[in-house]
């Protein structure tokens, strides 16, 4: 088989093949406003596909929802919003996507997103207030919101203690090799400013470089960088965990020792945010979709939901059953005001966004 | 020197089947985990509870898995028939042509073989979402054909080169064509080349992971794939269920390839014929 | 028809499609190395060596060395485990000897990502080794052989070790019987017959072996991602980073192009030495 000598002009000629192709051919990737403003009404019209985190929204809610309306609810996950920007940039098509604050203006800026009928969603009322406008989306047009976050320290009672209260914690000797921090750029660079005292979301090259020399000094006492904290932390490999206030209380759920678990927020600063649901504009079932999301703003389902992943839902009627989580563990605790005032992860771009990457990606290759 | 030389460590019995013992343990210790622990009757890893199907059963209860597995096997079937035909083609062509398209033609299919997967996947990615191609069944099918078209090529032709070339040459004097001489004196030379390349080329479809991986649509998905995302994204035994029949698959399949030619009446069996290929 | 003719027909089906489907996706990632990217991470064509600069400043140089590091030691470890498995089949198999090889070969059709798996259960902290360690004694607490260097090596060796088995049971089962017992009369000691006659006889065999293994080594990165940590990445987890995760498809392709470059350097070579190996056998 590999006996055949390559003549070298055999070469050259299968390489001229090679060359042409490539010119003038691109995908714009920025669609249509026209393509946003579809009229679209809430009926099933197939199943639905969702993509979203994992255990991210109550499996017993999606039976549910399938049992209602005599769909199908094909799920596929992402582990950090970049896996999700390139899920959707390679083509595919989803009916339901759950992006945060700082990734739906990319998304509504680029014409990707339907705008969302109000009129359709028969429980649109009750979502809260705040977010009929947020800066993220103004009117609302595109979104609407899912479950609010902060960003802190998950930690494990039974094998560690001494904790401070600080992103320090997550640079512990003594839990060496039983640490991880959540694979995701923004929120690892972003814990490295506000331990430096820089802007969560600063763009000064200086202060990226020092938060990303934090992170390559890290390194050693990692076990890994993921987004699964909660089974990370529920298989025993993680001690330490970087990550969000609402996954304790879903790990909890699931162990069968769920005091050892506990989370904190840190002294230094708190990244907050909100997640959102959107129908990306090249949906092929959005009336579904539609359905779908009215369907997880009804009181009912999103207090089942709280109940299940531990993060507030903006909606009226879900407060109960935040409200009973957060006194059992007011570490988890988040408010309007807290997403209002609290620091978020801008929504980077161009340069910026550049500058972010490629020190996250010398972060990881170090 | 006596002919009752001096024990030779290299060769004495002991060490080399002791050796190769080990190594089979070392190969198949995971493989059999897998297996036992798909019998589980709890979601444990570490420790055996009981003897239960349920993790088949959960398996053939899910639709999406069920829909995976047809995909797979779709794929891998049409990847098969696409590949052997373009490749033995290919191979026949390789074999007797000497012009300059050859030669090139050479070059380019031998380039895929040595590809890292990951480049393939990448390639074809970029290639689908730069023609507006929606990622989807097909497009995994395409990109497995054109990877798999070099095995094949590379099996028939080992065999093809084998061949004595008079036999055709004889048909062709008593007036068949050459299409006729193809069909008839040929390709049945070449059946067990042909046939262990087939089923080499489903068995590596079936089983591919990272081009599929890099070109699959959303639903649904290539096998290999939900496993991929089941290991990422929270683990039960179901995983073991799917791994061992899967292997089942691929052991029936090996002992196909291996079987068929020998059941078909052939001197050599199949294995021959893909071990016979490689070293220089 | 001319036998040319009928067989430049057969030439185009398979010809044509390889060239579609696989050299001009080539030729865009090499068009899509020199672009750039928008907001939303879209591929804009245009002419940025930059990627490359980029690509050969100090983060892609490391990552290789390292991703050539494990490959090595893969070659290494599969050559030492290997060849005697091969030895032994090929020589004292017998009757068995099929049997034995497509044993060889029947974990490598077990899917690549289930076997990973099965060793991330096995080598798990609190996983079926550690069990066993901890339950007879050994030691207090489990080892950690998960997330480090070695265990990604080992799960690249389970991986490709056919490969590097085949080509030297097929080198071995092809050499001269009669050349090893004339080597055992003129050398003496079992180590030099095999130093001066089985070795050299088997090269080729190895060599091939070597080859498809250091290949698809380098690019893996299933090994690197299940069982490995923060400090393995190999160049495979780089790319598939920039395509799947970050929103860099432009300098993605640079290292794509690189990676394939830097092997098919390596492929020439073997090819060369073949090619000259089996000049010198027809002489």
Redesign the interface.
């Known amino acids: 088989?590999?006996?055949?000598?390559?003549?070298r002009r055999?070469?050259l000629?299968?390489g001229a093949?090679?060359?042409?192709?490539?010119?003038?051919?691109?995908?714009?990737?920025?669609g249509s406003k026209k393509e946003t403003e579809k009229v679209v009404k809430a009926k099933p019209d197939g199943d639905l596909?969702y993509?979203n985190w994992?255990?991210y929204l109550d499996p017993a809610l999606i039976k549910k929802f399938e049992k209602r309306y005599g769909v199908?609810v094909?799920?596929?996950?992402f582990?950090?919003m970049?896996?999700m920007?390139?899920?959707l940039?390679?083509?595919?098509?989803?009916d339901v996507i759950f992006p945060d604050q700082s990734f739906a203006p990319?998304?509504i800026?680029?014409n990707?997103l339907l705008k969302i009928d109000k009129e359709q969603l028969k429980n649109y009322d009750n979502v809260w207030k705040f977010f009929h406008d947020p800066a993220y989306d103004k009117g609302a047009e595109h979104t609407v919101p899912y479950g609010l976050y902060a960003t802190g320290i998950l930690w494990n009672e039974e094998k560690v203690s001494d904790m401070t209260g600080s992103w320090a914690d997550l640079f512990k000797t003594d839990a060496k090799?039983k640490i991880y921090m959540l694979d995701d750029?923004q929120e690892c660079l972003g814990m490295a400013n506000l331990r430096h005292g820089f802007d969560l979301s600063t763009t000064n090259p200086d202060e990226i470089d020092k938060s990303k020399e934090m992170l390559i000094d890290q390194?050693?006492l990692?076990?890994?960088?993921s987004t699964?904290d909660i089974?990370n932390m529920i298989?025993?490999?993680a001690w330490i965990h970087h990550g969000w206030n609402g996954d304790v209380v879903n790990l909890r759920n699931q162990v069968k020792n769920p005091e050892a678990y506990r989370f904190e927020k840190c002294k230094e600063g708190i990244p907050v945010g909100s997640d959102t649901m959107a129908i990306p504009a090249n949906a092929q079932h959005p009336g579904t979709a539609l359905l779908f999301i009215d369907f997880m703003l009804e009181p009912e389902n999103a207090s089942q939901n709280v109940a299940y992943f531990g993060y507030p839902m903006a909606v009226t009627g879900a407060e109960a059953a935040f409200a009973k989580i957060a006194k059992d563990d007011p570490a988890v605790n988040i408010t309007v005001e807290d997403v209002q005032n609290g620091q978020q992860f801008a929504s980077l771009?161009?340069e910026d966004?550049a500058l972010w990457?490629?020190a996250?990606?010398?972060v990881?290759?170090? | 020197m006596s002919a009752a030389t001096a024990p030779k460590p290299f060769d004495r019995p002991r060490f080399l089947p002791v050796f190769t013992g080990l190594f089979f343990v070392f190969m198949f210790a995971p493989i059999v985990i897998v297996a036992l622990f798909s019998f589980n009757s709890t979601k444990s890893l570490q420790r055996f509870e009981g003897f239960s199907l349920m993790w088949y059963q959960r398996f053939f209860e899910d639709?999406?898995l069920r829909d995976s597995l047809f995909a797979s096997i779709q794929i891998a079937f049409v990847t098969m028939v696409v590949a052997t035909a373009l490749g033995t083609m290919l191979a026949f062509a390789l074999v007797r042509a000497r012009t300059?398209w050859a030669?090139?033609a050479?070059?380019?299919m031998?380039i895929p073989l040595v590809t890292p997967e990951i480049v393939a996947a990448v390639s074809a990615?970029v290639l689908?979402?730069?023609?507006?191609?929606?990622?989807s069944l097909q497009t995994v099918t395409i990109a497995h054909i054109t990877f798999s078209i070099s095995y094949v090529t590379?099996v028939v032709?080992?065999r093809l080169a084998a061949l004595n070339p008079e036999v055709e040459q004889a048909a062709l004097d008593l007036g068949a064509t050459r299409w006729g001489t193809l069909r008839l004196v040929t390709l049945p030379e070449l059946w067990p080349a042909i046939v262990a390349a087939a089923l080499l080329t489903f068995a590596l479809s079936f089983d591919d992971f990272v081009i599929s991986f890099f070109t699959t649509?959303?639903?649904p998905q290539p096998l290999p794939v939900r496993i991929y995302?089941a290991i990422?994204?929270?683990?039960t035994p179901t995983i073991n269920a799917i791994g061992t029949m899967m292997l089942t698959v691929s052991a029936l399949l090996i002992a196909l390839a291996i079987a068929l030619p020998r059941l078909l009446g052939r001197r050599e069996s199949g294995l021959g014929v893909l071990v016979g290929?490689?070293g220089? | 028809m001319s036998e040319q003719r009928f067989a430049t027909t057969l030439l185009v089906p398979g010809g044509l499609w390889l060239?579609l489907c696989f050299?001009?996706p080539?030729?865009?990632v090499?068009?899509?190395s020199f672009g750039s990217t928008?907001?939303?991470?879209?591929?804009?064509?245009g002419w940025h060596p930059e990627n490359y600069e980029?690509a050969f400043d100090?983060?892609?140089v490391?990552?290789l060395l390292r991703s050539v590091g494990y490959a090595v030691a893969t070659v290494a470890l599969c050559l030492l485990i290997g060849y005697p498995v091969a030895y032994y089949i090929a020589r004292y198999g017998g009757r068995w000897k099929h049997m034995l090889i497509a044993l060889v070969v029947l974990p490598f059709f077990v899917n690549y990502l289930v076997r990973t798996y099965a060793w991330v259960a096995l080598l798990?902290?609190?996983g079926l080794v550690n069990g066993a360690i901890t339950n007879v004694g050994v030691r207090d607490t489990g080892i950690?052989f998960l997330?480090t260097d070695f265990a990604v090596i080992g799960g690249l060796v389970y991986g490709y070790l056919a490969f590097m088995i085949l080509p030297i049971y097929a080198a071995i089962d092809r050499m001269d019987q009669a050349l090893v017992e004339a080597g055992k009369d003129l050398y003496g000691t079992p180590w030099n017959t095999f130093r001066h006659v089985t070795w050299p006889a088997t090269f080729q065999g190895v060599l091939?072996g070597a080859v498809l293994v250091f290949l698809p080594a380098v690019g893996d990165f299933i090994s690197a991602q299940l069982l490995g940590?923060?400090?393995t990445?190999m160049v495979g987890?780089?790319i598939q980073?920039?395509?799947?995760?970050?929103?860099?498809w432009p300098f993605g392709a640079a290292l794509t192009t690189l990676l394939l470059v830097f092997l098919s350097f390596w492929m020439?070579l073997?090819?060369?030495s073949?090619?000259r190996a089996?000049r010198e056998a027809a002489v």
Not at chain 2, 128 to 135: K, M
Request: charge should be positive; aromatic fraction near 8%.
């Open positions: 088989m590999l006996n055949q000598k390559i003549d055999d070469l000629v299968a093949g090679l060359a042409l192709a490539g010119c003038g051919v691109g995908n714009s990737g920025s596909v993509f994992a255990e199908k094909r799920q596929s996950n582990d950090s970049s896996s920007m390139a899920k940039r390679s083509g595919n098509r989803y990319k998304l800026a680029a990707q090799g750029f390194k050693p990692l076990r890994g960088y699964d089974q298989n025993g490999n771009t161009g966004k990457d490629r996250w990606t010398e990881k290759a170090a | 639709e999406s300059r030669g090139s050479n070059v380019l031998l990615l689908f979402t730069q023609i507006g191609l929606q990622l590379v032709r080992a649509g959303e639903s995302s990422r994204f929270g683990v290929r490689e220089a | 060239l050299a001009v080539l030729a865009l090499l068009a899509a928008d907001d939303l991470g879209n591929t804009i064509y980029q100090p983060l892609f490391p990552v798990a902290d609190e950690k997330n091939a940590g923060p400090g990445y987890n780089l980073q920039q395509f799947l995760g970050a929103d860099n020439v073997y090819l060369r073949a090619a089996s």
